[in-house]
């Protein structure tokens, strides 16, 4: 917990690693073993991703939405994963540090930036980033640029903090009352795994909706 506010904080990389090979091993596992009639673990990666699916569809339309499913559910299954280690007595949250966190905004940044380029255009991209009149664009520039890079800000700042006010609730707690801890405390960091790990998504997801809906807004 000491660790999350830290630049360097080498406990959490070896966590984001053992992360990392849990869900690439028991992903590829599920996908190897498909069943006509699926077990637990079978049926909630399937409840999972269907979710996804589901929210993709929404916003970007079925055809569309199904080309981001790796993007948004890579994002949901490492996230969500990596804020469950709070659950493991001693191990530290990599979304509780605040490099993990701004490295997927960056991620999400670069990823919904390209499908604007890529459905505008890049001269029609800088076109719509100046605003519809050409006599505000030196005004309307400088504020779409910094309202876009915001979103790291807004995206990173989000996820490390909820997370590590998490740990801290926990560790105040633990000094506190130290016999209810392990019932209440983790039930906080249950609940707001999979609230954090929503509401980055489905912002990561609007982000795309705008990259591809923009131009026809503005029609």
Same mark, same amino acid.
């Given at each position: 917990?000491?660790?999350?506010?830290?630049?360097?904080?080498?406990?959490?990389?070896?966590w984001t690693?053992?992360?990392?090979?849990?869900?690439?091993?028991?992903?590829?596992?599920?996908a190897?073993?498909l069943k006509?009639?699926?077990?637990k673990?079978?049926?909630?990666?399937e409840?999972?991703?269907?979710?996804?699916?589901?929210v993709?569809?929404?916003?970007?339309?079925?055809?569309?939405? +199904?080309? $981001?499913?790796p993007? @948004?559910g890579?994002?949901?299954?490492? #996230? =969500?994963?990596?804020? %469950?280690?709070?659950?493991?007595?001693?191990?530290h949250?990599?979304?509780?540090?605040l490099?993990?966190?701004?490295?997927l905004?960056i991620?999400?940044f670069?990823?919904y930036?390209?499908?604007?380029?890529?459905k505008?255009?890049?001269?029609?991209?800088i076109?719509?980033l100046?605003g519809?009149?050409?006599?505000?664009?030196? +005004?309307? $520039?400088p504020?779409? @640029?910094?309202?876009?890079?915001?979103? #790291? =800000?807004?995206?990173? %700042?989000?996820?490390?903090?909820?997370?590590?006010g998490?740990?801290?609730?926990?560790?105040?707690?633990?000094?506190?009352v130290?016999?209810?801890?392990?019932?209440?405390?983790?039930?906080?960091?249950f609940?707001?795994?999979?609230?954090q790990?929503?509401?980055?998504c489905?912002l990561?997801?609007?982000?795309?909706?705008?990259?591809?809906?923009s131009?026809?807004?503005?029609?």
């Amino acid at each position: 917990m000491e660790h999350g506010g830290q630049l360097i904080a080498w406990p959490v990389v070896y966590w984001t690693w053992i992360t990392m090979a849990f869900v690439i091993i028991i992903s590829y596992l599920v996908a190897k073993n498909l069943k006509k009639y699926p077990g637990k673990i079978q049926y909630l990666f399937e409840a999972f991703v269907g979710f996804v699916v589901g929210v993709l569809s929404d916003a970007l339309g079925e055809e569309e939405g +199904l080309k $981001f499913l790796p993007l @948004v559910g890579g994002f949901a299954f490492f #996230i =969500l994963f990596t804020n %469950l280690v709070g659950l493991i007595p001693g191990a530290h949250q990599p979304t509780s540090n605040l490099n993990t966190t701004v490295a997927l905004a960056i991620i999400a940044f670069v990823a919904y930036n390209i499908v604007a380029v890529k459905k505008q255009g890049l001269i029609n991209y800088i076109k719509h980033l100046m605003g519809p009149m050409k006599a505000l664009a030196p +005004l309307m $520039f400088p504020i779409e @640029v910094i309202s876009h890079i915001s979103r #790291i =800000l807004s995206l990173s %700042l989000r996820l490390f903090g909820n997370m590590y006010g998490d740990e801290m609730i926990v560790w105040v707690l633990l000094k506190m009352v130290p016999l209810l801890v392990p019932v209440f405390g983790l039930a906080i960091v249950f609940g707001n795994s999979f609230l954090q790990t929503y509401i980055f998504c489905m912002l990561t997801v609007v982000y795309l909706s705008l990259a591809i809906h923009s131009e026809e807004e503005e029609h």
